[in-house]
């Protein structure tokens, strides 16, 4: 795990001016951790912004918009 330097870049591209709503955690195997402010719900994305989910014990990749959509879902965003 890593915790510096903090990479914004990824979730920059994706959803711009929104990335005030989260907060950088962690990064792990070239994975960055970002966590939704109000949800509390993490959004794992890559250097290329391709977007991970947990499937069991693993990490897997998943589409991009529907996993934002579970992130922020439960705050009604």
């Not at 993490?42 to 579970?70: H, K, M, P, S, T």
Request: proline residues 3%; aromatic residues 12%; charged residues 35%.
């Amino acid at each position: 795990m890593e915790l510096e330097p903090v990479n914004w870049k990824p979730l920059e591209r994706l959803i711009g001016y929104r990335c005030g709503e989260f907060m950088w955690m962690w990064r792990e195997n070239g994975l960055e951790h970002y966590k939704h402010i109000d949800s509390r719900r993490y959004l794992i994305l890559d250097a290329e912004g391709a977007c991970y989910g947990r499937q069991g014990d693993q990490l897997v990749r998943v589409d991009f918009r529907e996993e934002f959509r579970r992130v922020t879902e439960a705050i009604g965003v």
